[in-house]
């Protein structure tokens, strides 16, 4: 795979800060596609994704930088695009235990209403029932399944990004004076591939946390029913509506993630 760009002085706090303003430029390009009932309601119910969505993503960039830092031996060292992987994977690792309880209570919530029934009045009614009825087990639920979902996506999202930025970078240029419309693409692309890789194994993480207790011993046997009842395309289910917002959002996430970190390397170019 070679070698990445030579990397500038890594700050995983800058990281933290700059990937929250992406997690908002995330949810301002994502959101409308999929609320779109008209202009007027594009926005509407914004409020529970930022709150969710921002610190998550400051956190999975948080992990990315501190992942980075800890293979470098100096503080510019260049980094190969396997130790890129490995720092993408860091930050999946670290995003998954403040995400799995939420991914299992959103599960149910969306289950609950197609199905018609009210069981829960809202997320935290959600989980206080689900810690009454089985403790912390029945919050975390799915936790395996997300780690096998975010450890190597998110490592194939920050690595596909780097070595687009990489290639996209004209003869003679430095990567950090890359052009907007370059940077949308490449954070874009990067989403486009985050999901193609994991998109199955979060079907399964989604069946397997709304199924009812026992259903399913593991993930093998989610895998194995799911593709006996519904057959091996289930696999890529609503695979269309998760790649129309995975570019624009993803684009937005990192150009705003980057804007924000040249704000932040002039405020303090030594932090």
Request: with cysteine; hydrophobic share 45%.
């Amino acid at each position: 795979m070679g070698e990445a760009r030579k990397e500038e002085r890594v700050s995983p706090v800058k990281n933290f800060f700059a990937g929250g303003v992406g997690g908002v430029c995330l949810i301002l390009a994502g959101h409308p596609l999929d609320t779109i009932k008209g202009l007027r309601g594009l926005y509407k119910g914004m409020g529970a994704p930022l709150a969710g969505v921002t610190p998550m993503t400051a956190i999975s960039f948080f992990g990315f930088g501190l992942g980075k830092r800890l293979q470098q031996k100096e503080p510019t060292d260049t980094l190969t695009y396997p130790q890129i992987f490995a720092a993408g994977m860091l930050a999946g690792f670290l995003t998954t235990f403040i995400m799995a309880p939420g991914e299992r209570i959103k599960c149910l919530l969306q289950v609950q209403t197609h199905s018609g029934t009210r069981k829960y009045s809202g997320p935290m009614d959600c989980a206080a029932q689900l810690y009454k009825e089985m403790g912390v087990r029945g919050v975390y639920k799915g936790t395996v399944l997300t780690l096998m979902r975010d450890v190597p996506t998110s490592g194939i999202y920050f690595m596909s990004y780097e070595w687009l930025k990489n290639i996209l970078t004209p003869q003679g240029q430095s990567v950090s004076e890359l052009s907007v419309p370059r940077i949308l693409f490449a954070g874009g692309v990067a989403g486009l591939f985050n999901w193609a890789v994991a998109l199955p194994a979060d079907v399964l993480k989604s069946n397997f946390q709304t199924a009812p207790e026992g259903k399913y011993s593991g993930f093998r046997n989610v895998l194995r029913e799911l593709i006996r009842e519904e057959g091996l395309g289930s696999l890529y289910k609503g695979f269309s509506a998760v790649m129309l917002r995975a570019f624009p959002a993803n684009a937005a996430c990192f150009l705003g993630f980057e804007i924000t970190m040249k704000f932040l390397n002039w405020l303090a170019p030594n932090a």
